[in-house]
C-alpha cells in the first residue's frame, strides 16, 4: 500500500504549481488594450488594469511561495 503513495508529496506539488501558472495567465487576460485613440482617459485606465495586475500577481505569487 505504501507503494501507491510514494510519489504524492511530488504530485501534490505539481498540481498546485499548475494551479498557480493557470491562475497567473488567466488573470493577465483580463487586460484589455485599448483600440481607439490612446486618451488620457484611455491610458489611465490602462495603467489602472496594469497596477490592478501587478498587485494581484503580488498576492499570488506570494501564496506560491509560503505554499
Known sequence: ?????????DRLRAISDGVFAVV??????????????????????LGQAIATYLISFAVVIQYWHFH
Request: glycine share 0%; aromatic share 6%.
Open 1 to 9: 500500500m505504501m507503494m501507491l503513495f510514494r510519489n504524492a508529496d
Open 24 to 45: 497567473l495567465t488567466i488573470m493577465v487576460l483580463n487586460i484589455k488594450v485599448p483600440t481607439s485613440a490612446l486618451s488620457t482617459a484611455a491610458m489611465y485606465r
